[in-house]
Structures are given as C-alpha cells and as structure tokens.
C-alpha cells in the first residue's frame, strides 16, 4: 500500500522489476548478493521514500468533523468532513473541489438538519443568522461522491450541538431529504480503508447488509457494523452527549463559538 495504490497489479509489477534490476546492478558490480531477503528496510532502500502514506483516524474528537468513507480509483480510504460556522445569513458554503454530486448532498443535508432544527433542539432562527462553511479535504478524487451525505450531516449536527463525534467509527451513506438512508458502491472496499486505518466500529446503509458477503471473515468478525435506515438512527451512535447551553434559545442571542473552527488530520 505504501508504494502503489490502483485496483490492478501493473504498479505493482513495476516495483518488483526495479527491486530485481537493483539486485541485478549490484551483482555486475561484483556484489555477493546471494540469500538477499526483500525485508522492509531492503525495500525502502531500493525504492525509495514510501509514495503513499496510509490515512488514519482521528485521535481526538472535535465538534464539527465527521469520518467518512470514500472510493476512488484504487479502492476506498477515509475522508474528513469538516464543519465550521460563522455570523452570516443562513448561507452555506462548500469547499474541497468537490463535484455536483457532492454539492447536492451537502446542501441535502444542511436542508435536512434546518427542517428538523426543534426536533434538535435548536433554534431556527439562529440557524437564519449563521452561514456554514463545509470542507472535504482530498475529495476530488472521491468516485462515489453521495455517500458523505451521512457524514455530511453529522458533522453539521456535531458543529451546532457542539457536540463532538466519535474518531473511532466511520460512516458512509446517501440521504434524501425525508432523512431516509440510501445504499451506496463499493462497500467492500470502504471497510477494508476502515479496518486499515484502524477503525473497528462502522456505520453502513440497511440496504447494504449483503454486501458484506464479500468482506474476508477475520476483518469482516474484528467489526462492530451498525446498519441504519434512517437518519434519527445515527446520531445516537456517532455523537457525544451535546453540551448543555450550547445553542442559544432565543433569536436575538449571538451564535456561540463564531471564531471556532474545525479541521482534520
């Protein structure tokens, strides 16, 4: 994983050619090179700097940011969703070179979070007087961009409770705007990043349960898989309890943390 990352083997089939020329330069250059073993060290050494560094989790939370799950070209991997709001009007902003689709679901979820804003104990005339700035940093690349509506959700969620989510568990999943969780691709590979980064509890769409037919039993039997169909379903599970007077409960009120932000590693 640390020196090439695609879905096929011909990166892979490069890097072992340069391993055996190397030992095949230093054997012409009278070199005993015999019972050379292709340990860690040898291979740095051959090669060069790692091209591709693993994505880890969080360690610690921090309202305002979300681990999602992604899929590119050369499989899944962890993306941050990241929240922060300020004095405004109500306005969204989106940032990350993100595509359409992405941008649909984001405001899908900002959209969701307002229509419930009671329910969630917050006041929709704050909500009026704040703009909201979403970040996904590393998602250009991202192919299946509508499964970060879920985590889109509870990172905007997480930011106005003031209440952070948990580093240790990685969601993915579409969202309509009746808060109904849609089943998303390529589910296999989003849990093998998951398991890689060292993320050992999952949220994962309902509809993808069959799906995990795919996954190796000893990664598939080392997770704890939470299945949701709805949204009022995942906030018990990712969030900590808010704090206590974090929204304010009348409109005139200013918007606490404005100068706050989030970000991810």
Known sequence: DACTREAGVRSLERQIAAICRDVAVRLAEGEDVKGQKTTT????????????????????????????????????????????????????????????????????????????????????????????HLHVPRARATQDAASLGVPIFVAVVSLLLNAPARVDVAITGELTLRGSILPVEGIKDKILAAHRAGLRELVLPARNERDLEEVPD???????????????????LVLAEPERGAVPSTPDKSPPGLTGSSSAV
């Open 41 to 132: 060290e040898y291979v740095e050494k051959a090669l060069g700097v790692h091209k591709f560094r693993p994505e880890l989790a969080e360690r610690e939370p921090s309202p305002g940011v979300a681990t999602g799950l992604g899929l590119n070209a050369a499989g899944g991997e962890l993306l941050f969703v990241e929240a922060t709001k300020m004095r405004g009007k109500g306005e969204v902003h989106i940032t990350g070179n993100l595509r359409d689709v992405m941008k649909e679901s984001a405001n899908t979820a900002v959209s969701f979070v307002r229509s419930k804003a009671e329910k969630l104990m917050l006041d929709p005339h704050w909500l009026e007087k704040i703009d909201l």
């Open 218 to 236: 000893e990664i598939r039997n080392d997770l704890r898989i939470h299945f949701v169909h709805r949204l009022d379903e995942v906030l018990p």
